[in-house]
Antibody, heavy 121, light 108 residues
Framework: EVQLVQSGAEVKKPGESLKISCKGSGYSFTSYWIGWVRQMPGKGLEWMGIIYPGDSDTRYSPSFQGQVTISADKSISTAYLQWSSLKASDTAMYYC??????????????WGQGTLVTVSS | DIQMTQSPSSLSASVGDRVTITCQASQDISNYLNWYQQKPGKAPKLLIYDASNLETGVPSRFSGSGSGTDFTFTISSLQPEDIATYYCQQYDNLLLYTFGQGTKLEIK
């Protein structure tokens, strides 16, 4: 079974750093892009960026470029999303999702269960 | 950037009703559009890819249509388990993605 399992909920203070993870199993982790999506409380889905674990090629949404860093460790089939200095506005649920591609067609499936990040003083 | 305008933002319908959600792109995106369902407290789930292709295992009461800039998502006969928020999502060949604002579907 293809699965993405994310790390647990985090409570942090403004200015702290954080790295959350997304571990893939049941498929060749290095052969599929992994994307990250933010969902702020009560709001919609926002695409943040995507990484190809095979060679760490990474693309960012202009809205998130410079705000977060996406990385991957293919030796342990894990992708990461990290912040160097959190803000209260980073409080959100964060999802990872595998990108499936067929020619130019592509879609996200499956999704991880989500990691809730709370930033509060 | 391509903008996606999804409407309505919320919708209340009765069991058995036909429900329609629309998504409009700010420019021609061919059929590069997917639809997701997000139930409360859960991760999104793919329902339809490439505007009209039903994902394996998804009930046939769900369907999608459209191309270019105008797209439609339809539930032919609303069931209680369809209560969720639905999102359209466009993609391109540069691996850039945009979601619609979402439509929250409730039972009347």
């Amino acid at each position: 079974e293809v699965q993405l399992v994310q790390s647990g909920a985090e409570v942090k203070k403004p200015g702290e750093s954080l790295k959350i993870s997304c571990k893939g199993s049941g498929y060749s982790f290095t052969s599929y892009w992994i994307g990250w999506v933010r969902q702020m409380p009560g709001k919609g889905l926002e695409w943040m960026g995507i990484i190809y674990p095979g060679d760490s090629d990474t693309r960012y949404s202009p809205s998130f470029q410079g705000q977060v860093t996406i990385s991957a460790d293919k030796s342990i089939s894990t992708a990461y999303l990290q912040w160097s200095s959190l803000k209260a506005s980073d409080t959100a649920m964060y999802y990872c999702a595998r990108l499936l591609r067929a020619g130019i067609s592509n879609w996200f499936d499956p999704w991880g269960q989500g990691t809730l990040v709370t930033v509060s003083s | 950037d391509i903008q996606m305008t999804q409407s309505p933002s919320s919708l209340s319908a009765s069991v058995g009703d036909r429900v329609t959600i629309t998504c409009q792109a700010s420019q021609d995106i061919s059929n590069y559009l997917n639809w997701y369902q997000q139930k409360p407290g859960k991760a999104p789930k793919l329902l339809i890819y490439d505007a009209s292709n039903l994902e394996t295992g998804v009930p046939s009461r769900f369907s999608g249509s459209g191309s270019g800039t105008d797209f439609t998502f339809t539930i032919s006969s609303l069931q209680p388990e369809d209560i969720a928020t639905y999102y359209c999502q466009q993609y391109d060949n540069l691996l850039l993605y945009t979601f619609g604002q979402g439509t929250k579907l409730e039972i009347k």
